[in-house]
């Protein structure tokens, strides 16, 4: 074994790292949250633009924190300020991972812990003789208990801090090769089943046939939103990683593969679920957060009503696939914050991670209360949990890549970022100029123009 792969805060191999990378790109945003916005922002359209926004945006910034994250090596703070050639004043931008971290896992331990209770009620065959009604009533009385769902929120938050730990290697990087395949053979389990279904045909039009007419601002905000959310860019969560990434890792390349990984799962999980939700007449995609929760449930025991034994293994991979999607997304988020105490402020790995997990399931039990006790609690029109996740996906993650293209095509000197996409002139990168053009012009112009026009700045279209 290498000097480097032997250092623990390193991943030890390429497919190791791709895999972490990949692992927390790849969770609920897209097995829950991109249906979610695919049925409420009109479906095919939405997704060509989401696609779009994949390739020209959000992947470019991956590239940006890979290549800020493996050039500073420590930690973020230091590899913001050493990427700009040692300016103290960058260090602040590394803040923003620690603050991020905190905020996201918050409310995504939230529905993660849902996923986790699910699993468990598919596993003793909970949902066997329900009717549509009592799905409904079962998970808003659930959702709006004090105690339940914090409890299991606290669970799925438990169970992240074990991990991360573990360390990179032993934890993230073991965490991730082992839940990744078996991530990937459940999809496809389900996916072909789900294909078989009755009418799949009319989900796979909502899914690839277009309608523009059904394009607005917010639908456009909403797909870049997602485009973020869903590859875990902006926040500098990635930069986090890849301050573990092997000199060797070629950033565009594999960047370009997580990239894929991430789209491919989210495209497949509409799949599993449009052509189940129309395999039974009367039922909407626009369904919202609930369509994983009340909707799906609901259509397994409905369609396999004859075979109980297929709605009992069909849900129970269904949930364990959300549970471990959830699970290497939200390793990521605690490690934002707990890197940053255990590099920067020198406290054992997993005391940082014991002390950003209990501020977390702190504030994670307010935003599950947003949706019971404390539902009329709101502050900007909104309740807890939907301002969380306004403030990460629509406000701090734009304006971090904005940021980040900003330091990258800006600040930071051309010979390093070409050295760092280069790998120091050992591999050939043909679309380097292409890239430099994104992160200087299009991206910041791009994700500029979409903010101001939905905060009402000036109305390019409505
Ligand atoms: N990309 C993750 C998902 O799709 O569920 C969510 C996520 C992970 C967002 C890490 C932000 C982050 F820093």
Known sequence: MGKEASNKNVFASKVGAILAAAGSAVGLGNVWRFPTETGTNGGAAFILIYILFMLLLAMPIMVAEFAIGRHGGRDVTHAFEKMSGGRRGWRWMGLMPVVSGFLVLSYYAVVAGWTLYYTYEALIDGFSGKTPETFTNDFVTFSSDSLMPVFWMALVIVLTCGIVALGVQRGIERGAKIMMPLLFLFILVLVGCSLSLPDAGKGLTFLFKPDFSKVTSSVILNAMGQAFFS??????CLCTYACYFRKDIDLMKDGFSVAAIDTLVALLSGLIIFPAVYSIQGLQPDAGPSLVFITLPNVFQQVFGNLPWLAYLFSLIFYLLLVMAALTSSISMLEMSAAYFHTNLRIPRPLAAVLVSVVCMLLGTFCSWSFGDWKDVTLFGMGLFDLFDFLVAKL?????????CI???WV??????RAELTNHGTIKSPLYPVYRFI????????????????????????
């Open 231 to 236: 590859l875990s860019v902006g926040l500098g």
């Open 439 to 462: 992160i200087r012009y299009f991206a910041p112009l791009c994700i500029f123009l979409i903010f101001a026009n939905e905060l009402g700045l000036f109305n390019l279209w409505k």
């Open 407 to 409: 330091f990258l095509g």
């Open 396 to 404: 701090i993650m734009p304006v971090g890549g904005f940021l980040m």
């Open 412 to 417: 930071v000197d051309e010979k390093v970022l």
